[in-house]
């Protein structure tokens, strides 16, 4: 069974970058798509982005201008940057592998299927 | 953004009881909907996708309902192990968007 494995600073200064990082072992990250979710202090779930190993990649609206997400396929591995933090940044973020099913219409995504155990990113100064 | 109620926001029960939590959308979502769980701690697990498939592994006593904006979790026999947070998530349109999560404790 694929496993994967957040990793990264937990303390980020405002106005800083947020740099994390996601290993996937157990499988190869080539054929599949990646994401990433956060959830703040007591709040609910909140979708960031996801990256297909081929680079195409799409991010929740709200931090667009802000977020990247990229892959390294030669490592197995996937990236978040997140730009100009704020404390309405502090959250557990977590990775995951995204779904992918089959229908007469075409594929579709369905969610976050295998799950890293989250990392918490504290911003403050 | 398409927003996503769930009610109740907290449910109050026993083992062995049916539990049925409900998850509005604020627009016709089809059946692009996942329900998740999440035990205090842990990252959430994914139960059900498209609003009726259940993922593999997952229990029997799980399933999912609904199609448009309305649609529903059901357990039909609550075990133990399943007091936790439930949240859907919808994913027919982009930004993908959750509800604020449904908490099952124990009576």
């Known amino acids: 069974q694929v496993q994967l494995q957040e990793s990264g600073p937990g303390l980020v200064k405002p106005s800083e970058t947020l740099s994390l990082t996601c290993t996937v072992s157990?499988?190869?990250?080539?054929?599949?798509?990646w994401g990433w979710m956060r959830q703040a202090p007591g709040k609910a779930l909140e979708w960031i982005g996801y990256i297909h190993y081929t680079g195409e990649t799409k991010y929740h609206s709200s931090l667009k201008s802000r977020v990247s997400i990229s892959v390294d396929t030669s490592r197995n591995q996937f990236f978040l940057r997140l730009n100009s933090v704020t404390t309405a940044d502090t959250a557990v973020y977590y990775c995951?592998?995204?779904?992918?099913?089959?229908?007469?219409?075409?594929?579709?995504?369905?969610?976050?299927?295998?799950w890293g155990q989250g990392t918490t990113v504290t911003v403050s100064s | 953004d398409i927003q996503l109620t769930q009610s109740p926001s907290f449910l109050s029960a026993s083992v062995g009881d049916r539990v049925t939590i409900t998850c509005r959308a604020s627009q016709d979502i089809k059946n692009s909907l996942t329900w998740y769980q999440q035990k205090p701690g842990e990252a959430p697990n994914l139960l059900i996708y498209r609003a009726s498939f259940v993922l593999s592994g997952v229990p029997t006593r799980f399933s999912g309902s609904g199609s448009g904006t309305e649609f529903t979790l059901t357990i039909s026999s609550l075990q133990p192990e399943d007091f936790a947070t439930y949240y859907c998530q919808q994913l027919n349109v982009y930004p993908w968007t959750c509800g604020q999560g449904t908490k099952v404790e124990m009576k």
């Open positions: 157990r499988d190869s990250i080539v054929s599949y798509y």
């Open positions: 995951g592998r995204v779904g992918v099913g089959a229908a007469p219409e075409g594929y579709y995504l369905f969610g976050m299927d295998v």
